[in-house]
């Protein structure tokens, strides 16, 4: 066309690549910002490595990626070649679980609207497939059982983090011993950020994260528990917290966070173990270890010592900047799990107190039995009528049981 100027399609996608870069550029400005991450007055140029000092740098934490990786084939080689023999030789068994039978109706409704039907749900159930209430309720329990996982999973599992947690915590204490902040947490704060990197902080605090990095890896596959979203939200309040620290050079603070975890999460783990096997008084004492240690390092030291060095005297020599609100806000997201997670303890200290022993798992990991579909039940028991019940049948006491009754006959309550 006269007096147009023809472009090529290539000029046309090379500038569009130009802007993308361009802005990219201008939100990676924006997102490292020396006023989000530093305090006032600190720049990234006197963080940078020089005169044999090194310092730490976000793109270090990439290494954190073919770490978990490498966590996730250990802890399965692990787990087969170790935690299952150690497990056989402790004497954890697994149940034995009838399957339920095969039943199109039942499976659709159990994956699509719930593993757990009410009374009368299932009474709809029982019509749709001619089957009588009680072959419902026997027909779910199993089905549920079948998704269940198994002792030796679960002594697996536990067998991995324990031996992890375990020698984090007493890695971890061997790196921080010798360290000044270990005692004296105001020390965390002696001319930083100017702080410069040690190698042995830098692989422990490199192993914690790509840990938990693997966790949420292996998280569909892992025992889910009735704490399963304050384990989510646990696991990505630490990496935030590992990956924001590093980032900032706060490790001082966050190597003292680290390890009052672990120094409780190896004794869970070793408690889980221990229940798993039913040797009732190693698990019961470590029950009582894991409570003691948990209560004084989670409701104790972690606000008196952690929270309370972070909100006062990190700002002693500088005023506030928004990397002290995120890490403090963090920081509180875990104090208040921690609270959550002594509610769960305290009720399992007050049934063991009034009970003698600990019957169900820390943090409600119950080991559920499939006893409830083999419950005994006479061949022939009288009735008041004196007719012969059939194993399962409802009692024919009050009127909640004369409808279950008319319901495993065929037929449905009048309306």
């Not at 170790?82 to 149940?95: A, S, T, Y």
Request: charged share 20%.
């Amino acid at each position: 066309m006269a007096g147009s100027e023809w472009i090529p399609f290539s000029s046309l996608g090379g500038s569009r690549e130009r802007r993308r870069a361009k802005m990219l550029s201008s939100l990676s400005e924006w997102f490292w910002q020396e006023r989000l991450w530093l305090p006032p007055n600190n720049t990234w140029a006197a963080l940078e490595d020089r005169d044999g000092l090194v310092y730490p740098h976000a793109r270090d934490l990439l290494a954190a990626l073919p770490v978990a990786l490498a966590l996730v084939v250990m802890r399965l080689a692990f787990e087969r070649f170790v935690g299952l023999p150690l497990g056989r030789l402790l004497g954890v068994r697994d149940q034995t679980r009838r399957p339920a039978r095969p039943n199109a109706t039942l499976e659709k409704y159990f994956l699509t609207e719930g593993w757990k039907p009410k009374e009368h749900q299932m009474a709809v159930l029982a019509v749709q497939c001619g089957l009588t209430l009680p072959q419902i309720q026997r027909w779910f329990r199993r089905r549920r059982n079948q998704d269940r996982p198994s002792l030796t999973k679960k002594f697996c599992e536990a067998s991995w983090r324990f031996s992890f947690y375990f020698c984090s915590f007493f890695g971890g204490l061997s790196v921080l011993y010798h360290e000044s902040w270990l005692w004296a947490p105001v020390m965390c704060w002696d001319n930083y950020p100017n702080q410069p990197l040690q190698p042995a902080l830098y692989y422990w605090y490199l192993l914690e994260l790509s840990f938990y990095v693997s966790l949420l890896i292996t998280l569909p596959f892992d025992v889910r528990r009735k704490d399963f979203k304050e384990q989510v939200t646990h696991h990505f309040v630490t990496i935030l917290l590992i990956s924001f620290s590093y980032s900032s050079n706060l490790l001082r603070i966050g190597s003292l966070v680290l390890l009052l975890h672990d120094a409780s999460d190896y004794l869970l783990e070793a408690g889980k173990m221990f229940n798993y096997t039913h040797w009732r008084k190693v698990c019961d004492t470590l029950f009582i270890i894991f409570s003691l240690v948990f209560f004084y390092t989670r409701l104790v030291l972690f606000p008196t010592q952690i929270l309370y060095t972070t909100y006062y005297e990190s700002i002693a020599k500088w005023d506030p900047f928004f990397g002290y609100y995120f890490f403090n806000v963090l920081l509180v997201m875990l104090q208040l799990l921690h609270v959550f997670w002594s509610c769960l303890i305290l009720r399992m200290i007050y049934s063991f107190v009034k009970k003698g022993r600990m019957e169900k798992d820390v943090r409600s990991d119950v080991e559920e039995s499939d006893s409830s579909d083999g419950e005994a039940v006479p061949e022939h028991l009288p009735l008041k009528n004196g007719a012969a019940a059939r194993p399962g049948a409802a009692p024919t006491d009050g009127p909640r049981s004369r409808t279950a009754g008319r319901l495993a006959n065929g037929h449905t309550p009048a309306t």
